[in-house]
Every structure is written in structure tokens, then in C-alpha cells.
């Protein structure tokens, strides 16, 4: 299905550079991959099948819906939200709850367990167990895969960073876990000191950006939309809802099948931008529900069907709208077909 009038442009080139550059930068340690959220937006399986493709071996997903939806496709699952009682039953193979309470591990054990994998909180206080409950033999008997946990401010220098480290450390060996996992895309870049068995970079993968080691990752995301009519506003009058933008001249405006109702929020109204090739092409007045408008005196040419692709690497992106990197790619809608090249 590529019919829509909105796309999503995914460059499986790029995505698989990011994830080799950022295995490289994992060191000795293996690169996962975070797929949660429908793979930050892009689609989990077709990130899943390219990163598998180039190596990748281990998949992070919230719950067991998203695991189901990237089955049989030859990479080991974890899935981060652990288990509930009514996720007992259908569990496709190859993945494992990262268990996360006691109640969940409880849980685990009354069901008869088999492998799993255990988060403990080292400070973020939202999901894990404590290294108190591990010490006091929680997980003794456990058949653990990967015994994990989450840094708070891995894309800040601040001290806290090194209290979390070295409290995970401290779990070395007091466990049956075959492996241990810490950093993120951030923390992957505070070096090997976090990088222990397993690495799980998510933002970076589809372009995010947050420290200088991420330099060479790449845009992966491109939203791409038609063009619906061409129109002239005369100078004086305004454009859109509210009247926010008046032309100062005769304009000639594009009208996008793009709106916040596609991820494409209000902050961008008068703010974002795009391009036709070289043509640059600013947003003139409010976004829409559906509906954005595009000043093209840059671009004599374009017409009603023609496409353009909106300015949208993540780091300027985020600075320009105030929206975060992670918000920018999983807000965007379900109307964008989501195309590879
Ligand atoms: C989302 C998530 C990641 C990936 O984080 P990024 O900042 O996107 O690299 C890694 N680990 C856990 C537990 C997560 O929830």
C-alpha cells in the first residue's frame, strides 16, 4: 500500500549504519536494539527484519503485543513492562519479560519461569527491583538471561551517572545472569565503563542525536507529504486559522495533506519548514488537523500532486519546536505509509 497522500521515507541504509556505528561504538560489548512504540514510529518489524539483517541479535519492546509483532523474525525479545497475569498465556518464543517487581517475579516462578531477564533500579524509580532484594536472594534459583537497568541522565554529565554505574557493577556475579545490560543510546557515548555484556540504543538508531560520539549517526526519518492545490494569496490577506501569518506580498501557497493530527503539532505553525530539492519552503500560518500551508515562491514548479518532504532531523527539529527527539518520531500517525528505500 503506498497510496496515501502522507509517507513516511525510511532509509534502511542509514538505519543500518547507525546501528553498525553504534555496535562499534559499543566495543566489545554486543548492540541491541529498542523497538518499543512501534519501533520509535517507523514500524517494528521493518526495523527489526534490516537490523537482523545487519546483526542485530537482541530487541527490546514494552509489552507482549509488540512482541507478538515482531515474532519469528530470528532475534531474541525482552519485553520491558515484565508480565501480568493475562500475558501467561500467549507468549511467542523467543522472548522474555525483563521481570521488574517482586510481585512480577513471584509471578514468574509460580507460572514455572524458564529463562528470563530482571531489571533493578539503580535510581530511575519507576520500573526494577532493588539491589537490596537481590542481595537478600530475590532472584536466587531465577534461570536469568540479562540482568539490566536504566540510566536516569545518560545524555547529561552529571554524577549521577557513575553512582549508577557502579551500584549495577556491584551486582556482578551475585546473580545467575548470564549477561548485563546498562546503556542506552546516551550512555553507549559515557564509554566502556557502561557498556558491560549488552548495549540498547533506541533514539540513535532512527537518527535522535544527544552527545558528540552520536556525530556520525544518520537522518533515517523523512516525512513526505502531497500537495493538494496551488493557490495565490494577495498581500494583506492571512492564511489559515486565527489569522497568523498575513502575506506581505502576492504568495503563492501550497497546501499540504499534512496536520498534528498526523504528528505534525501546532508548534510548527509559522516555525517548520520543507523542501522541493533545493527550494526552500517555510510554513505560513497555523497547522490544521489535516492541513498545512507552504509559502512556494521558491518553486515555481510545483504543483497539486507534486510532493515535498518536510525538514525533520531530529536534533534542529526538537531545538526549533521544543518537542523531544523521542516525540518528534513517535507521534507520527498512522496515516503515513511507512516506505523503505
Ligand atoms: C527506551 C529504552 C531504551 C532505549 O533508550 P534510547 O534513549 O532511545 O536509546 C533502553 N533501555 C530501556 C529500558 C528503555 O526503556
Excluded at 78 to 102: C, F, I, K, Y
Excluded at 123 to 139: C, E, F, I, T, Y
Excluded at 238 to 263: Q, R, S
Amino acid at each position: 500500500m503506498t497510496d496515501s497522500p502522507l509517507r513516511l521515507r525510511l532509509d534502511a541504509a542509514a538505519l543500518t549504519a547507525n546501528w553498525t556505528l553504534l555496535s562499534h561504538l559499543s566495543g566489545a560489548a554486543a548492540c541491541g536494539a529498542a523497538v518499543k512504540a512501534n519501533g520509535y514510529g517507523l514500524g517494528a518489524r521493518g526495523v527489526v527484519a534490516r537490523l537482523a539483517a545487519a546483526g542485530c541479535r537482541d530487541v527490546f519492546v514494552a509489552t507482549w503485543a509488540e512482541a507478538r509483532d515482531v515474532a519469528g523474525l530470528g532475534v531474541s525479545i525482552s519485553v520491558l513492562h515484565g508480565v501480568r497475569a493475562e500475558d501467561l498465556a500467549e507468549r511467542p518464543a523467543n522472548a522474555r519479560p525483563v521481570l521488574a517487581s517482586v510481585e512480577q517475579v513471584r509471578r514468574w516462578r509460580d507460572a514455572g519461569g524458564g529463562a528470563c531477564d530482571v531489571m533493578v533500579d539503580t535510581g530511575m524509580n519507576r520500573l526494577g527491583v532493588s539491589p537490596q532484594h537481590v542481595a537478600d536472594g530475590l532472584l536466587d534459583g531465577l534461570t536469568i538471561d540479562t540482568l539490566m537497568s536504566h540510566l536516569v541522565s545518560a545524555d547529561e554529565d552529571v554524577p549521577l551517572n557513575a553512582r549508577q554505574r557502579d551500584s549495577f557493577a556491584a551486582l556482578a556475579g551475585r546473580t545467575s545472569a548470564r549477561r548485563m545490560s546498562l546503556a542506552n543510546s546516551a550512555g553507549i557515548a559515557l564509554g566502556p565503563d557502561y557498556h558491560f555484556d549488552l548495549t540498547r540504543p533506541g533514539i540513535a538508531l532512527y537518527g535522535g542525536r544527544q552527545r558528540q560520539a552520536h556525530a556520525g549517526i544518520r537522518q533515517v526519518v523523512t516525512p513526505e507529504a502531497q500537495i493538494l492545490q496551488r493557490r495565490r494569496v494577495p498581500a494583506g490577506e492571512t492564511i489559515g486559522y486565527n489569522a497568523t501569518y498575513t502575506a506581505p506580498h502576492d504568495m503563492e501557497v501550497a497546501i499540504l495533506n499534512l496536520g498534528y493530527a498526523d504528528g505534525y503539532l501546532r508548534c510548527f505553525s509559522n516555525k517548520g519548514g520543507a523542501h522541493a530539492g533545493d527550494a526552500v519552503l517555510p510554513v505560513v500560518g497555523r497547522v490544521s488537523m489535516d492541513l498545512t500551508a507552504l509559502c512556494v515562491d521558491a518553486a515555481p514548479d510545483l504543483a497539486e500532486g507534486d510532493w515535498v518532504a518536510m525538514d525533520y532531523a531530529l536534533p534542529q527539529t526538537a531545538a526549533l519546536s521544543g518537542l523531544s527527539q523521542y516525540e518528534l518520531l513517535t507521534g507520527l500517525g498512522a496515516r503515513f505509509d511507512r516506505v523503505w528505500a
